[in-house]
């Protein structure tokens, strides 16, 4: 392991750092007294630093990178040595694990060169399933790749849940990931929502027990050197959405609860709470027709203060969402801040009122001069800065980033991150979490699936040479024995490119699309698989095709080893899926389970052997 002992006294014998008391490098204190002594000698500057948390990139040969302009991103040397910033979200990473940890090190030795030395935090959305959105999940890149959280919904085994948050802990913390910006324990009651892919689904029982493993998985029972802090989020729960657009675009800034089911949607916090999350995150939304005030649940004091902090008693850290302060552009096109409910204050007001919400720490804001300047004319006082200051540095010193874990084994980086256990779990929990939904052509018809090995197979989003793996691929349906056709969920174009990253609007497909599959399935027997992002309405073909599965994130081959019998389908829809739009829109937002005479119920799952569904009738649950 890299050498911390040599790097920190290196650091401490800077010329202009002899003033400085160093008792808070003592492990052997307490760390409230260490906290205590370093928060003694701060000045407000550095104070100010921890309280923002910004997007960082890296060059692809692991070292620290320049100004960004594709998120408008300072210098990495700019935002550590100039503004004092201790914690940053990683975004696209290094091809391999140990470019990774080559870098996560040298950003670590340019924080020891500041006065204090105080290490850096690195947090990351989640990285280990298909995503790709640069502000929600990331493509795993060279972690091992798992089906997204609906996935692990659809399979309901807390066990195994608990076992990725402890695989993803050990790659995250391998390569100096200290911080989880989730779970996502978000109800997902409005099938339209864009962000329903990394929740677990509808059901409040189910998110709770999952939501809990999950941090246990990366915190551990106890918050410790080993641990990664989990952020979850979004408080008090995202899932209400007018329209189901989201918050993340003004169109989607309102919280509507007119099913008066508020509480439901803090359930899964309750049991999140009591598996210790280290850290909250408020949405960007602002509730309507509540008992709070109608402004974003950042600036909402009523919500953090005396919801979160008061009832609930949370004394851990709250990070907003990223970008409630500042416009800023990405991709080239305007992002004006999530500020709902206070777009008319300046930036300076809406910081203030942030803080006095009870929030500790800005995310995706790198501009703590404002907060100085809020703190020196006296609008901000020191005291309050120091309360969060407290609940930023007492983290760094339990997670054990000022004494051995500051640094990273950048050997150790290349064995553990992407190892063939933790890539053989993600492929098994892959395949497990397929769900199949209908297996037979008709009411009385015998089981399509599994398929037998060495059909002539016709295939449509499916690499042929991979399909040839399973039988003999052919040109066209007329040719076939049975065709294989993978689909994703319908979502509308939106009008710009980072809009088209969040899926919503009807969850119909194209007329276009509908007549392409009953035309294939006219012509042999056709297995659609549907990649639910969202619920989307498979009425329109669903009694046309001789089987119909669903994947919450699944690699071609993890379908074709259940499609064949190699693996056996254990996965559960974890909502229900809609009959027709018109059943969407009477749907109640908060409700839970509200859409009229679903296709498929929530826990419908197939196994081989079985009877298939009446889908005339609908599904039992």
């Known amino acids: 392991m890299t050498d911390t002992i040599d790097r920190a006294d290196a650091s401490s014998e800077s010329s202009d750092q002899q003033a400085v008391d160093r008792r808070y490098l003592d492990a052997a204190l307490p760390v409230a007294e260490r906290v205590e002594i370093l928060l003694g000698q701060m000045t407000l500057e550095e104070k100010a630093g921890l309280c923002f948390q910004t997007m960082i990139v890296m060059n692809q040969d692991g070292t620290l990178a320049g100004a960004d302009p594709t998120f408008g991103l300072p210098a990495t040397d700019e935002l550590v040595a100039g503004r004092l910033m201790t914690h940053f979200n990683i975004l696209a ?58 996935g692990l919904a659809a399979i309901r085994d807390e066990a195994l849940v608990e076992r990725f948050g402890d695989i993803a802990r050990r790659e995250y913390t391998a390569v100096g990931i200290r911080v989880a910006l989730h779970p996502q324990v978000d109800l997902a009651t409005e099938p339209r929502w864009s962000r329903q892919l990394a929740t677990f689904g509808e059901d409040p029982e189910l998110t709770s027990r999952l939501g809990a493993a999950y941090i246990r998985g990366f915190q551990g029972a106890a918050l410790g050197a080993d641990s990664v802090a989990t952020m979850t989020k979004h408080f008090p729960g995202g899932g209400p959405q007018l329209d189901g657009e989201d918050p993340h675009f003004a169109h ?10 508020f509480e439901t949607h803090l359930l899964p916090f309750e049991a999140a709470f009591e598996a210790g999350t280290s850290q909250i995150m408020p949405y960007y939304g602002m509730p309507v027709g509540t008992e709070f005030e109608e402004v974003g649940f950042g600036f909402n004091k009523g919500v953090i203060t005396g919801l979160l902090r008061e009832r609930y008693g949370f004394d851990g850290i709250v990070c907003t969402d990223w970008g409630l302060i500042s416009d800023s552009e990405i991709f080239g096109q305007p992002f004006p801040a999530r500020a709902w409910g206070v777009e008319h204050l300046p930036p300076r007001e809406r910081m203030r009122k942030v803080i006095e919400a009870g929030a500790d720490q800005f995310g995706g804001e790198a501009i703590p001069e404002l907060l100085v300047d809020l703190v020196r004319s006296g609008e901000v006082s020191e005291e309050r800065l120091d309360a969060s200051a407290r609940r930023l540095l007492r983290e760094k010193f339990v997670l054990g980033l000022f004494d051995e874990r500051r640094y990273v084994d950048v050997e150790a980086a290349g064995r553990v991150v992407g190892s063939a256990e933790f890539v053989a779990a993600g492929e098994a929990a892959q395949r497990a979490s397929i769900t199949v939904l209908a297996n ?47 689909l994703q969920a319908p979502f509308e174009e939106r009008s710009t490119m980072f809009e088209n990253f969040f899926h919503a609007g009807s969850l119909d497909f194209p007329e276009a699309v509908v007549a ?36 919450y994130g699944a690699s071609a081959r993890a379908v074709l080893d259940v499609l064949t019998g190699a693996a056996v389908p254990q996965g559960r829809l974890p909502f229900d899926l809609p009959r027709s739009m018109d059943a969407v829109v009477r749907n109640r937002p908060d409700v839970p389970f509200d859409t009229e005479d679903p296709l498929f119920r929530f826990g419908h799952g197939l196994a081989y052997g079985a009877p298939d569904v009446d889908r005339a009738g609908g599904s039992a649950a």
Do not use: K
Request: zero cysteines; glycine letters at 8%; hydrophobic letters at 45%.
């Open 93 to 150: 990473a290094a091809p391999t694990p140990e470019l990774i940890a080559e870098w996560h090190n040298r950003l670590q030795e340019l924080a020891a060169q500041t006065r204090l030395g105080i290490p850096v935090t690195i947090s990351s959305d989640p990285r280990h399933s298909y995503s790709d959105n640069p502000l929600a999940g990331l493509t795993t890149g060279a972690f091992s790749t798992w089906p997204e959280m609906l």
């Open 516 to 551: 392409h599959v009953r035309e294939v399935a006219a012509a042999v027997p056709t297995v659609v698989d549907v990649f639910l992002d969202r619920p989307a309405i498979l009425t329109p073909f669903a009694g046309d095709v001789a089987a119909l599965v669903a994947n």
């Open 440 to 486: 037979a052509a008709g009411a009385g018809a015998a089981p399509t699936l599994p398929l037998a090995r060495g059909l002539r197979l016709y295939v449509e989003g499916v690499d042929a040479d991979l399909a040839a793996e399973y039988g003999e691929v052919v040109a066209t349906p007329a040719e076939a024995d049975v065709a294989i056709l993978r």
């Open 252 to 261: 989607g800034r309102e919280q509507v609860y007119p099913g008066g089911e």
